[in-house]
């Protein structure tokens, strides 16, 4: 039986280990993807309070390329009430929409014959939902998704007032105020400006899910977008009492390290 030497057992490790590498370069191996962005917002929604949307986009490596995409979207108040819907599948990058052919367009594939999500490129933060066209919605209601961290949300309740916390870049804020709009009174956000914070979008009121009239909740969502301090002041009135003091007052510091 021939027996293989030291020497050549050494030289057939060597070669192995030589056509694994070249595999690897010529794409024969496995590709993995990473995650490169979470994006998060509140959408319109024609039967319900808001869908807070959640959409994390993974990318070959070390290519760059497109990979898949996890989309969740939960339905805020609706009939049913809160209800979440998972997607996963691919996403691809296209050029240009309906008003500038040099615009980059986020493409969601939901999987089902003519049915894309189209999110046109703001910066290196901001996805915008387009029609299915890639043409703008034109409507008041915020149709964006913000980039968000992946740490849990920093909430905050009507009992907090008073209090100020730090935050991290990206991280989510809820401020979580119980609210009856069957009354007229709702809370409104005094003197706000853009900050260090970015709203996630319009208040979700959410009906309780006892006795009508007994009121619910509003539901405000912010990201960390920037550093420093943001002072958080609502209040709770009647839109046509604005010379009547608030009924109630809360406020919150939020600094962004």
Known sequence: MHRLSTESIFGLVKRILAWVVAAALAGCVTISSSLIGTYAGVLPCADCAGILTELRLYAEQPSGRAARYELTETYLASREGD???GTAGRWTTVRGSASDKD???IQIDLGRIDALLNFLRIGDDELRLLDRNRREIVSRAPHSLYRVSELPAATLAENDSGQAIDVEPGQRVFVV?????????GWTLDAWVPGALTSLGEPVYARGAS???????????????????QQLNFQYRRPSERDVPAAKT???TISVR
């Open 103 to 105: 615009a980059t367009v």
């Open 83 to 85: 209800r979440s819907i």
């Open 211 to 229: 006795l009508p009239g007994e009121g619910g909740t509003e539901i405000w969502m912010f990201r960390a977008s920037g550093t420093g301090k």
């Open 177 to 185: 105020l119980g609210s009856n709009r069957a009354t007229g009174y």
């Open 250 to 252: 809360v406020s919150y």
